[in-house]
Structures are given as C-alpha cells and as structure tokens.
C-alpha cells in the first residue's frame, strides 16, 4: 500500500530564511509525488509534482522539491521564505492511475 | 469554467438525519472523487470514480454512498449522519491519466 510521511506538524522560520518541509513515502513501484497548498478556508491548491525526469522540480511561487529516490524523500524547498507562505502543506503520492494518498500536512508559520 | 464547485458551503445536521453533498465540474475530467479532511488526520480518501457509471471505495468509505449517473457530478450521501462525520470535505477532479487533482472550495459539516 502506498504511504506518505510529513514527520513534522509545524515548521516556523523567520522571513527570508530558506525553508524545508519534509516528506518521505512508500509505494510499490514508480511514484508520482506532488505538493499541494491549502490556505485558511480553502480547498488544495497544487504546487508542483515529478513524475520523470529530472530530480529537482520547480513549481509555483518560487517552490521547488527534489526527488530522492534512495531516501524515498520528496523535500519541499524554498531559498527565501515570505509571510504569505503561511499555509498549511500537503505532500502526496500515487502509483499508475491509483487514487492520491496524502501525508498528514505540516503547518508553515513563516514569521516577520 | 469554474472549475469544481461543491455545495452546501456550510451545513449543520442532527444525528440521523441525510442529506447529500454535490460536487460539480465543468472540465469533462472523467475521474472524480471525495476526502475528508479532519486535524492532524490529513486527508482520506472516501470514494472514487473513473468515469460515469463507475464507482469504487478509499480508505474510509463506511456511512457514505456515492453515484456517477454523469461525467460532471458526483454527489457524496450521507443516509444517517454521526457526530464521527463532522468534518470538511473535498471533492476534486482530473482527466483520466493525467495527474493533477483539482479541488473544489470544500463543503463544512457538523453533526450534533
């Protein structure tokens, strides 16, 4: 069965520092990862997925996450954090045409 | 284009009663399905659908019934809600194939 694991519930980093929200999985065959943004009261906004290819993916607002497939990781990066990245994130995993499996989040606090 | 809308916004229940959750799409993405989303729980999948007339269950299936009589809408039912299903949920949708979900807005519940 496939898995995915956000060991942290909250991260907080001061504004323009880099920040890293963690994410690990387990599946049995290729992965596709993604990383979704969910704002207060809203749905899940998409940020950026590998499914081939190269091994750094960039996505939205100047996010980016790495592919590691030795560590089964699937970090969520950014090199300067802002307080509009306040937000609650989302990592996720399937294999093939399987419904999506999602971590549990971890709440970015980004402070000014 | 709207994307996928969701209705009611807001709804409160007493335990026993029913009512239905409607998710509608206007992007002819054949896949479609409902999450829950409750704290520290992430989000879990209830039910999926590949395509009209097709429908199969997730993790978390049991007190919700769910039909695809058409490509655009998927209504999610509850014939006797519990306080256990008070939760917010998300319908979201994608083209057969391809990866992306795109998410309704959510739909708030509370069962007292």
């Known amino acids: 069965a496939q898995s995915v694991a956000q060991p942290e519930d909250q991260v907080n980093v001061a504004e323009g520092n880099p920040l890293t929200v963690k994410c690990t999985y387990s599946v049995s065959g290729n992965p596709y990862l993604f990383w979704y943004v969910q704002y207060p009261n809203r749905g899940l906004q998409f940020l950026l997925k590998y499914i081939t290819g190269d091994n750094l993916v960039k996505g939205s607002y100047g996010f980016e996450a790495e592919f590691n497939k030795s560590q089964t990781s699937f970090h969520l990066k950014k090199p300067s954090a802002l307080v509009s990245d306040s937000a609650l994130y989302f990592c996720a995993v399937r294999v093939g045409n399987t419904p999506l499996v999602f971590g549990k989040g971890t709440r970015l606090s980004v402070i000014a | 284009n709207a994307g996928v809308t969701q209705t009611p916004k807001f709804q409160v229940l007493k335990t026993g009663q029913s009512m239905t959750l409607q998710c509608a799409q206007d992007m002819n993405h054949e896949y479609m399905s409902w999450y829950r989303q409750d704290p520290g729980m992430g989000l879990r999948l209830i039910h999926y659908?590949?395509?009209?007339?097709?429908?199969d269950q997730g993790e978390v299936p049991n007190g919700y019934n769910v039909s695809r009589s058409t490509t655009e809408d998927f209504p999610l039912r509850l014939l006797s809600a519990a306080p256990s299903q008070t939760s917010v949920y998300f319908c979201?949708?994608?083209?057969?194939?391809?990866?992306?979900?795109?998410f309704g807005a959510g739909s708030r519940l509370t069962v007292l």
């Open positions: 979201a949708s994608r083209v057969s194939g391809a990866n992306v979900l795109t």
């Open positions: 659908s590949v395509g009209a007339g097709i429908t």
